[in-house]
Nanobody, 125 residues
Framework: QVQLVESGGGLVQTGGSLRLSCATS???????MAWFRQPPGKEREGVAA????????HFADSVKGRFTLSRDYATNTLYLLMTNLKPEDTGKYYC???????????????????WGRGTQVTVSS
């Protein structure tokens, strides 16, 4: 059974940093691994994603230059390092994976097969 567990969220001041982790378990060979977030009262949106075959990554325009993706290949753990955080980064952050073949855009939540339960990130002004 595939499971994703996020951790690392919390309360941070504007300009601060957090590192989120997504631990995966079960026999998975995802084609793509991603982070999404859902701000209060808004729809879920793509934050960043990485293709596991070639490590090509994508970032939402709003986080480019501030967020970084990395992977632990041995454990298939995905990390999201968030720096220079802003109040608009507040939301629940979800990890998601899609098994091959992946179709559609990297930031379309409908294209992902498995999701974690999320971890809350709150950035105070």
């Amino acid at each position: 059974q595939v499971q994703l567990v996020e951790s690392g969220g919390g309360l941070v001041q504007t300009g601060g940093s957090l590192r989120l982790s997504c631990a995966t378990s079960g026999s998975t060979h995802p084609s793509i691994m991603a982070w999404f977030r859902q701000p209060p009262g808004k729809e879920r949106e793509g934050v960043a994603a990485i293709w596991t075959g070639n490590d090509i990554s994508h970032f939402a325009d709003s986080v480019k230059g501030r967020f970084t993706l990395s992977r632990d290949y041995a454990t298939n753990t995905l990390y999201l390092l968030m720096t220079n955080l802003k109040p608009e980064d507040t939301g629940k952050y979800y990890c998601a994976i899609d098994l091959p073949p992946h179709g559609g855009n990297w930031d379309d939540p409908l294209e992902y097969d498995y999701w974690g339960r999320g971890t809350q990130v709150t950035v105070s002004s």
